[in-house]
């Protein structure tokens, strides 16, 4: 369960470039974590959005949408 989401577009993107995102846990607590996420194009590597987000952590499994 998300307690917050922060998103900070940096860049625009022109339709047609490939993004690749990068997430990364920073802290594990025992019942919350954070997570930073990065946005890039894919190639020159320029940040084009950053994302944190704190999540309230339970012992329930996630069901994912569609295909792993």
Same mark, same amino acid.
């Given at each position: 369960m998300a307690l917050h989401? @922060? $998103? #900070?577009y940096v860049a625009p993107v022109r339709a047609g470039i490939v993004l690749v995102a990068e997430a990364r846990e920073l802290h594990r607590g025992r019942r919350?974590?954070?997570y @930073? $996420? #990065?946005v890039r194009e894919e190639g020159s590597g320029r940040l084009v959005a950053a994302c944190h987000g704190r999540v309230y952590r339970t012992d329930d499994p996630v069901?994912?949408?569609g295909p792993a």
């Open positions: 989401v @922060g $998103i #900070e919350t974590a954070l @930073g $996420i #990065e069901a994912a949408d």
